[in-house]
């Protein structure tokens, strides 16, 4: 049991750390602040998963006779690995959840060479620099494991916003379906967050979703503006030829 909290330890740094990263990286390419991923809280699972993944192979291999190059491509893989399942996931409910469709050699968006090589990237940052401080924190979550309490609360908060979200999520995907057509989630978020300034209405930062309209309501007028958009590019590459 004390291995199993051990990891929902780290699980529970790896989501909120990818979350403040994610936030910012949001920020950089959208020139706006919007609260990244599928749930509504400070925590991102999938870098959870990445952070407890790096954790266990770092933690099977370490000493080993394995070249630690070997060990840190072997890292990446993994983190694309995640990054592929999660992407997939969201495709199959007409979804997107990130887009690397512009990026060199990405397959159907959702993993590409540039993103494998950040990840294996981090994975060497992980293996030569952070592994000491993650074990050193493993190793003082092993003596005050009263701070178990805390990831109770954090378990229970992301059980409670996955149920939230789901419902959310199934809503995006019927639409999307019945509608044929691809959900982008975090334009999304942006589009809501443009039409509430537009109205000067309040927006939820962490909940974008729970506003004045109904969802269905933005996402026909999100649909509608991606038509548009496709509409011009398509006239201008017709006039072009």
């Not at 269905?216 to 999100?222: A, G, Q, R, T």
Request: proline share 3%.
């Amino acid at each position: 049991m004390n291995i199993l909290l051990q990891f929902i330890f780290i699980f529970y740094i790896g989501c909120t750390i990818g979350w403040i990263l994610e936030l910012f990286f949001r920020r950089i390419v959208h020139g706006k602040w919007v609260n990244p991923g599928f749930l509504i809280g400070p925590y991102l699972p999938i870098y959870g998963f990445g952070l407890v993944t790096l954790t266990v192979i770092f933690l099977l291999f370490k000493d080993s006779d394995l070249n630690p190059i070997i060990i840190v491509l072997l890292m990446g893989l993994f983190m694309t690995l995640i990054e592929l399942i999660g992407g997939l996931m969201g495709l199959k409910n007409n979804i997107r959840l990130w887009d690397y469709s512009n990026q060199w050699g990405n397959y159907k968006g959702v993993i590409c060479p540039l993103f494998s090589a950040i990840w294996t990237a981090i994975g060497g940052v992980y293996y030569f620099i952070l592994a000491p401080y993650v074990m050193h924190a493993l190793d003082w979550f092993g003596e005050n494991l009263a701070f178990s309490y805390t990831l109770g609360l954090f378990t229970g908060f992301i059980i409670i916003d996955y149920f939230y979200s789901s419902k959310l999520y199934s809503k995006i995907k019927q639409y999307a379906k019945e509608n044929n057509f691809t959900v982008k989630y975090e334009q999304l978020k942006v589009h809501i967050k443009d039409e509430q300034n537009k109205r000067k209405e309040k927006y939820s930062f962490m909940n974008p979703f729970k506003q004045t309209k109904s969802l269905k309501e933005y996402l026909v007028d999100y649909k509608n503006k991606k038509k548009e958009k496709f509409d011009v590019s398509k006239l201008k590459t017709n006039k072009k030829i």
